[in-house]
């Protein structure tokens, strides 16, 4: 008798996370029992008014950003249970972040830039793993040009590479065409579906566009630090010939 197989584990598990600031006002609540699963390879539209708590969540989920209780997990690994060097090993294994920013060193190449965290991985091949990212969002004729050098697309499409090279299980992208240009966005959003596609990349994007949203496999809506709207309403991207 062939046995079932068992559902795969999330890539995201968040529990009852709840996130309290102290401000010169007083104790400020962002978030108040959050609660989310993301499976592997899902991609997930994170929308809210500013100021709902997506950036915060995000943080949560990055490791950057204790919650002040809760559960957070992400391809199993209890976050808030680890300790510095854990969570720094942990960013740097599991985890890619895009930001609105390029957050690029001006003064290294583009080739240098994302391999970065391959050498703090301690990679032997950083270079070379680096060179084929690079050239897998385009920029393989840039690879010696600096920051400066490249548009804001171009440096955008750097910072995919550099946090795609080391294969990490979940990347989160907070506002990532912000920066740029309608036509170049889409362009930017496209090559990064793409890559999460053949990578089983699961992707969190925080956006205020509802349209970028809707390319995601699904859509939550944060207001006043609560999941008010968690649906698959997205309309389906259609793939590349």
């Given at each position: 008798?062939?046995q ?18 102290e ?19 899902e ?6 008014p ?14 950057l ?8 997990q ?29 957050h690029?060193i001006p003064?290294m ?11 703090f991985?301690g990679?032997p091949?950083?270079f ?9 969002v385009?920029?393989g004729?840039?690879?010696?040009h ?6 804001g697309?171009?440096q ?34 496209e ?9 089983g ?13 809707k ?5 939550i ?6 999941i008010?709207?968690?649906g ?10």
């Amino acid at each position: 008798m062939v046995q079932p197989v068992p559902p795969a584990s999330p890539v995201v598990l968040l529990r009852d996370v709840h996130l309290k600031l102290e401000s010169a006002a007083g104790p400020v609540n962002i978030l108040k029992g959050i609660s989310l699963e993301v499976g592997a390879g899902e991609k997930v539209g994170v929308v809210g008014p500013s100021g709902s708590g997506k950036s915060s969540m995000m943080m949560i989920l990055g490791g950057l950003q204790p919650p002040t209780s809760g559960s957070v997990q992400v391809k199993g690994h209890e976050v808030t249970a680890m300790s510095e060097d854990d969570l720094a090993r942990f960013r740097r294994d599991e985890v890619g972040i895009v930001f609105q920013a390029f957050h690029l060193i001006p003064t290294m190449t583009a080739l240098e830039n994302v391999a970065i965290p391959l050498e703090f991985a301690g990679a032997p091949d950083a270079f070379e793993r680096a060179q084929a990212s690079l050239e897998a969002v385009g920029l393989g004729h840039r690879l010696t040009h600096y920051p400066g050098q490249l548009s804001g697309g171009e440096q955008q499409r750097v910072a995919l590479a550099r946090a795609f090279a080391p294969e990490p299980a979940l990347l989160l992208a907070d506002e990532p065409t912000g920066n740029l240009d309608g036509d170049t966005g889409r362009q930017v959003i496209e090559l990064m579906f793409d890559m999460a596609e053949r990578k089983g990349t699961t992707i969190v994007l925080i956006t205020h566009d509802p349209g970028l949203a809707k390319q995601c496999d699904r859509t939550i809506r944060l207001v006043d630090g609560l999941i008010v709207s968690d649906g698959r309403e997205a309309a389906p991207r259609v793939a590349k010939a």
